[in-house]
């Protein structure tokens, strides 16, 4: 059963917040410490006053149910989801998935240009916000398609589109797997492609280059990654009790992948990490890195890939096409981890491109 969801944060949570943040205890930092040593003292306490202080989440909340929201229970799990129909019926569906640490508030600025020609579902992954904590093993990423698989049939879509980045992507591609019947085609903004050197080819510069920064994360796993794969739950402790820990450890990821030109507002990124917090799923969002299928498998469905220049990483295309049926590649020059946050014109352009090419029957 699909039932219509409105968002209603009760008053209590907030004023909890509230109380919590202005009750911090600091810890100190030495002179000149830049972000050698971390997240900067001084950028933290300014968000965690303005989140206090001048951040409103009713008014947010407010635009957020402007959206129709919707839940349904899929294998014992809530799942959460926006759903925008296009004014034309005929219109070919899409599934948008979003990663971590973002939310489905990640393509709100791509609703109205995608829903021209699409129907749109966004859903939030199971662990994360409105769709709740997951409450057993193994939610990973072919579990998860699996159930966006159902999601789309009660929906009545028969021929749909996937789209996703970060987790979204590796779900997306499973999806293509699991119901290539109805998956038209699957379009991701991040496709990792780790070094082989068995494939014999003749790399670019800019390839070679691309695969040394592979090389060196693969060397020097991420700290966040290490602790939410090896040891989510005692992570999610600290971030699930201190609202400026669930900041700070957000808030980082948003620095360091984001373009340095991107115009994401505090806002906005204060939004998501309400998300998290006031759903109390820091540990729940955690579990997907633990859980989560290694690699994305190859690509049943015709791919398109859109690359942007301050992801985490930049895709090798002579190694994706090893793998996947490439139909469309882009590149851009501006963008980072969080596309259609950062650059909404050329990220659903781009969708849009890939997207009516399937519907046309283009190669």
């Known amino acids: 059963m699909i039932v219509p969801f409105r968002i209603d944060i009760p008053q209590a949570d907030l004023d909890d917040l509230n109380d919590r943040l ?64 296009s004014a034309n019926p005929d219109a070919l569906a899409l599934v948008l998935t979003h990663g971590w640490p973002g939310s489905f508030l990640e393509f709100l600025d ?29 939610w990973d990423t072919v ?17 749909y589109g996937a789209q996703g980045g970060d987790f979204g992507s590796g779900i997306s591609i499973a999806l293509g797997t699991v119901a290539p019947e109805h998956v038209v085609g699957v ?38 990654q290490a602790l939410q794969a090896l040891t989510p739950q005692t992570i999610g402790y600290a971030l699930t009790d ?6 700070v450890w957000i808030a980082e990821r948003f620095a360091h992948w984001t373009d340095p030109g991107s115009q994401i507002s505090d806002d906005r990124m204060l939004t998501d990490i309400s ?5 109390a799923t820091a540990a729940s969002s955690a579990r997907l890195h633990h859980d989560a299928s290694r690699g994305t498998g190859r690509c049943p469905v015709p791919l398109g890939v859109a690359v942007f220049a301050h992801d985490i990483t930049q895709s090798v295309r ?30 659903a352009e781009d969708v849009r491109k890939f997207f009516l090419a399937r519907v046309d029957g283009e190669p």
């Open 22 to 85: 202005s009750r911090t205890r600091w810890p100190n930092e030495v002179a000149d410490a830049g972000w050698d040593y971390g997240f900067p003292l001084a950028r933290l306490r300014e968000l965690a006053e303005y989140w206090r202080t001048g951040y409103d989440w009713r008014a947010h909340e407010a635009e957020l149910n402007g959206l129709p929201h919707f839940t349904t229970e899929i294998e014992g799990q809530n799942i959460h989801f926006v759903h925008v129909r």
């Open 110 to 138: 791509v609703i109205e240009p995608l829903s021209r020609d699409f129907h749109l579902v966004i859903p939030s992954i199971p662990g994360y916000g409105f769709s709740g904590p997951t409450h057993e093993r193994g």
């Open 143 to 159: 579990r998860i398609a699996r159930a966006w698989a159902e999601l789309m049939r009660r929906l009545g879509y028969e021929r």
């Open 187 to 224: 379009h991701v903004n991040y496709l990792p492609t780790r070094p082989d050197p068995d494939a014999g080819l003749e790399l670019s510069a800019t390839d070679e280059a691309r695969l040394d920064k592979v090389r060196r994360l693969m060397g020097d796993r991420p700290p966040y």
């Open 242 to 247: 201190s609202p400026v820990g669930q900041l």
């Open 275 to 279: 998300l998290y917090w006031l759903t």
């Open 318 to 347: 002579p190694l994706a096409e090893r793998l996947h049926d490439i139909r469309h590649w882009s590149e851009f020059d501006r963008g980072g981890h969080f596309a259609a946050m950062e650059v909404p014109e050329l990220f």
